[in-house]
């Protein structure tokens, strides 16, 4: 188990705090590659930030712009975080390996899931907060769904996007969905990781700062006042 692995003073250690770091940086500016911003500012000429929300999310640029180029976003938003958390545990899980560190390959698996997440959720922090763009990213969906797709596999995101898709369509309001979505994750972790109690923290870390990064779009659903699918209002 991953916890046991850094909790016991006997056990081999893992990569260096260095290439923990490394992976976290990468992956951050993986994440600051924001489709939104890129497509709406490079390609159609026209910040989606100046537009609705001002948020440089994918539900801001559809209501704004709509039309084909809202998957193209929703693609870069995906791949990069699909590249992130591949890369995070290949780096991890590599390096435990080629120095001497994981005596086993069960350990040296131990060390990619934790750099998967750890990926994950700097390119959620990268998304959201990106460094180029003044710290004014997106809210993290898409990223989410990419990370989902090698943390969990495919029937674990998949069943992630049905709980979106059910409740958007019952309510008319995507962030009712994401926000279902990502309150899913740790329990979902549960079932596919259940002792491996880093995996599961950092899991649970990354849904509720997609949770908290939904915090306004919580106050007006609290109000009444939350956007529905079709209005031209705030996303």
Do not use: Q
């Not at 993290?140 to 069943?159: D, K, Q, R, S």
């Not at 950092?202 to 939350?226: D, F, M, P, Q, S």
């Amino acid at each position: 188990m991953l916890d046991s692995f850094y909790l016991d003073p006997n056990a081999v250690t893992g990569p260096d705090p260095l290439g923990i770091l490394m992976v976290a940086v990468i992956a951050y500016f993986c994440g600051c590659f924001n489709g939104a911003v890129i497509v709406s500012k490079y390609i159609l000429r026209d910040d989606v930030r100046n537009h609705g929300s001002g948020n440089a999310g994918l539900t801001n640029f559809y209501r704004t712009f709509g039309g084909p180029l809202t998957f193209v976003v929703i693609l870069c938003d995906v791949l990069k975080a699909v590249v992130a958390v591949l890369l995070g545990g290949w780096l991890l899980g590599t390096v435990a390996g080629a120095n001497g560190y994981a005596a086993n390959e069960r350990i040296s698996s131990m060390w990619a899931l934790f750099g998967e997440y750890w990926a994950a959720l700097f390119c959620l922090l990268g998304h959201m907060f990106p460094c180029m763009f003044h710290f004014k990213g997106g809210k993290g969906i898409a990223v989410a769904v990419g990370c989902l797709f090698v943390t969990f596999g495919w029937v674990g995101a998949c069943l992630e996007l049905l709980i979106f898709i059910v409740l958007v369509v019952a309510t008319k309001r995507v962030s009712i969905g994401s926000i279902a979505a990502a309150l899913s994750c740790p329990f979902f972790s549960l079932y596919y990781f259940w002792g491996d109690w880093i995996a599961v923290a950092l899991c649970t870390l990354a849904g509720l700062t997609v949770v908290w990064a939904h915090r306004e779009n919580i106050k007006r659903l609290r109000a009444g006042t939350e956007s529905r699918i079709g209005d031209k209002k705030k996303a």
